[in-house]
């Protein structure tokens, strides 16, 4: 059973993070003209020394005690004869920001930044750019790799590694776990399913002859299995924060949505090459292809930089919100690099100048971004038309003709409506109620118009705008620009530019500059993320973060053998699961060691398996499979209303639930509403980039499955299932344990439960007493964690 615990304080990390974030620049806007160097009243507020020791008033902050700080008492006007700043109070919102900073213990990053020699010209170090994650891979694991992939060889490479850790260490590795064990981690780990009584009986059989034999064949089976891309798409769609609405304060419906998510499944079921897979989320519509379909699965692709999250109720007027949430996705998903934290000011950590994020920003500032909709401006533009812009304009001309009519009716009518709560209209038989009926009259025949309109296949991905560069936005302000920069890559990985020469956005540059495969971080990211979802922790266990804050890798000199092992077999992704999957390092028992415990608690070498649970959607699924509900037919679109009919506002904003037996992956994501079950169990929301979930534990989950009424249909069904197959008691335990836990019950667990059903029987008769079993079987740590 899953046990309640306490919630955690905000970590260092997230400390750090809100400071840099939020009160920092705070600090730059409101502060540094006078307390920096000019240090007024002998205050500093450009470091945590300096406010700690204070001005001739004394210390400006308590850690811990805000209300009793100097600081807060002068900027929230709560002192007797200071207030700051002078010209201008802060905002309730700014003030909360410092009462909350130190409330938590005012975090202060200490810099990291030194060199013997000084910064070069874009204020990068010697010491930054020699940071391990900036380094080529390493030439002895790329010959390794080199070697391994013309030879075979008994032993794997991943084990020698390993082993070396022991060794320095002191560990002594497990034992290899059983064939039972292993197929049912191997088959969660690649399709999320469990493994059926069927497929765990002929492994069995299989290994019992050749043991490496029958896990190349299982591995070879599951990874051809149409469930593995839906498994590894979903580890994907954390990173990239997919949803099916758009994020502003109305939170619009994408139709569209689903095919991009679509698209990602494919590509892992395909094992497209991660570098295509790259270049073509980036610039797939710029990209050469051999048909029109190609062309089009390309330009879905793009689908992945307008997932970017709407903010607000006019996110059309803020571009550079979108930008930033697409820059800052962009760095932690391909690159482990935290971008966006040089919008504002040059990266506290990492070499990241503020030129280049809006080197970057440019890029994307001239791209085009389909906008879906919102309150002040709910008819969406710019998607994309299969056919083109020229014949979707031929075709929709006429419709649209009378649509425009319609809708500046509709506007207009909704104006007066609106009227009523700003100014008094006394017009005899015209009211509020009747202004409404007039706005929904409006709207009907409009509804009526969109089911004439020709269905012609759109794309929610973006296209190529004007190009051009983009000025630094001093402190983040679009309207305080400063100079502008030229289009290009990071300095720290090569800083190539865009010739202004190319009438191009740079998108196409840009995904080559990502791809290639000399760039350091690309490969070594994505292998470290297969590798974290096979062992449940990363070689570097901060998987977005390859920054100077990030963990340096455990084993370095495997992360990059894996690295150069994926390049080397053309950035195949399955290549890695199999080099991964028959490595005696994955093979191993999950046993508990004291000794070995002792010295790794953490078992970051890697000296047995970890024991994981199943995630939210893994439950789900699961539970749906074993009760034989689950449609595993891939899912198309959601049954949206019609586009051309969504008026959604902040205070009615757009509400979606589908019921669907089909698998979780394709189930409708919202993001300003949670899914309750996916919520419980610690899944994404589609609002921010995930690349470790961290699963609690909490009473509401226990409780789920005890008392929600899925698990409670779902065992009555499995209990119907497991009585209609097997007539007497023993086949029926029998199955009941191989369909749940893999395995086959041993006598005592055979006398205990025949024991229990009879009591149950009697009372409550044998359906309900059978699905009381299985409704504790599924509750149970067995059935929840994998092995």
């Known amino acids: 059973m899953l046990m309640p615990c306490t919630a955690q304080l905000a970590s260092a990390t997230d400390q750090e993070d809100f400071f840099e974030s939020r009160v920092r620049p705070l600090l730059i806007r409101k502060c540094y003209e006078c307390h920096r160097r000019k240090a007024e009243g002998g205050l500093r507020l450009d470091s945590r020394k300096h406010i700690l020791t204070g001005g001739t008033s004394g210390p400006a902050i308590i850690p811990g005690k805000p209300e009793q700080s100097l600081l807060w008492q002068v900027i929230a006007q709560q002192h007797s004869d200071i207030t700051m700043p002078p010209s201008e109070s802060l905002k309730d919102g700014e003030v909360r920001v410092f009462e909350k900073w130190i409330a938590e213990g005012a975090a202060w990053p200490e810099p990291i930044r030194s060199s013997k020699t000084g910064p070069d010209e874009h204020g990068i170090t010697d010491d930054e750019r020699s940071f391990w994650s ?3 891979l390493s030439e002895t694991a790329i010959a390794k790799a080199t070697s391994d992939l013309n030879k075979a060889s008994s032993k794997n490479p991943i084990d020698s590694y390993i082993s070396d850790g022991h060794r320095e260490h002191g560990l002594d590795a497990a034992g290899p776990a059983t064939p039972q064990t292993l197929i049912r981690r191997i088959t969660f780990d690649l399709t999320g399913l469990p493994a059926t009584p069927q497929e765990s009986s002929e492994f069995l059989a299989d290994a019992s002859r050749d043991r490496g034999q029958a896990i190349n064949t299982l ?35 994408i139709p569209e949505a689903y095919k991009y998510r679509n698209y990602v499944i494919d590509a892992f079921n395909d094992d497209k090459p991660y570098d295509q897979f790259i270049r073509e989320q980036i610039a797939g519509d710029l990209l050469q292809a051999s048909d029109k379909d190609e062309q089009w699965e390309q330009t879905i692709a793009t689908g992945y930089l307008t997932i970017a999250r709407r903010i607000g109720v006019s996110p059309q007027n803020q571009p550079h919100i979108t930008i930033e949430d697409t820059l800052n996705n962009l760095g932690k998903t391909f690159l482990g690099l935290s971008i966006g934290c040089a919008r504002c000011h040059d990266h506290k950590f990492d070499p990241i100048p503020t030129a280049d994020y809006y080197a970057l920003y440019g890029i994307f500032s001239s791209t085009i971004y389909p906008h879906a909709g919102a309150e002040h401006k709910p008819y969406r533009e710019d998607f994309v038309y299969r056919i083109g ?24 009518a909704f104006q007066r409506y609106r009227s009523f709560q700003t100014e008094p209209i006394n017009i005899p038989g015209y009211n509020r109620d009747t202004a409404w009926k007039e706005v929904l009259e409006l709207r009907d025949q409009i509804a009526v118009l969109a089911e004439t309109f020709p269905p012609l296949e759109t794309a929610y991905a973006v296209r190529e705008g004007d190009a051009g560069n983009a000025a630094i936005q001093k402190q983040g302000n679009p309207r305080a620009l400063g100079p502008m920069v030229q289009r290009g890559f990071l300095q720290v990985l090569g800083g190539q530019t865009i010739d202004d020469s190319k009438d191009q956005s740079g998108r196409l540059q840009l995904a080559d500059w990502i791809a290639d495969p000399n760039n350091p971080l690309t490969a070594r990211v994505i292998a470290n993320r297969i590798w974290h979802h096979h062992f449940g922790r990363g070689i570097v266990s901060s998987t977005s973060d390859f920054g100077m804050r990030g963990n340096k890798p455990s084993h370095p000199q495997l992360l990059d053998f894996l690295a150069a092992y994926l390049i080397q077999n053309d950035w195949s992704i399955k290549a890695l699961h199999r080099l991964i999957i028959t490595s005696d390092a994955y093979q191993r028992v999950s046993q508990h060691a004291p000794e070995n415990a002792a010295i790794d608690p953490d078992n970051i070498y890697l000296w047995r398996a970890n024991r994981r649970r199943l995630d939210a959607e893994q439950l789900r699924d699961s539970v749906l499979a074993i009760s034989g509900r689950l449609d595993s037919s891939p899912a198309s679109a959601h049954p949206l209303p019609h586009y051309l009919t969504y008026y959604f506002r902040q205070h ?39 690349g470790v979930r961290r699963p609690t534990t909490t009473s509401l989950q226990s409780l789920y499955f005890m008392n929600s009424a899925f698990i409670q249909d779902e065992a009555n069904r499995i209990t119907s299932r497991m009585l209609k197959t097997n007539p007497d008691f023993i086949t029926r335990i029998a199955w009941c344990y191989q369909t749940l836990f893999g395995r086959q019950p041993d006598s005592p667990e055979i006398k205990q439960t025949q024991h229990l059903i009879s009591q149950a029987s009697t009372t409550s008769g044998e359906q309900t007493a059978w699905s009381s079993l299985i409704r504790a079987m599924l509750s149970s740590n067995e059935f929840l964690f994998v092995d």
Not at 394 to 412: M, P, S, T, Y
């Open 134 to 136: 900036f380094q080529s």
């Open 219 to 253: 591995i070879n089976r599951l990874l051809s299995s149409p469930h593995y891309g839906e498994r590894w798409g979903q580890h994907w769609l954390d990173l990239v924060r997919y949803a099916d609405t758009a994020g502003d304060a109305a939170d619009f419906p």
């Open 389 to 412: 812009d020229k014949k979707a304009k031929e075709n929709l001309g006429v419709f649209r003709k009378k649509l425009d009519k319609l809708r500046k009716q509709e506007r207009a």
């Open 652 to 690: 009615e904003p757009y509400v979606g639930n589908f019921d669907s037996d089909r698998r979780t992956i394709y189930l409708f994501r919202q993001r300003i509403r949670k899914n309750i079950f996916l919520d419980t169990f610690d899944a994404p929301d589609g609002n921010l980039h995930v």
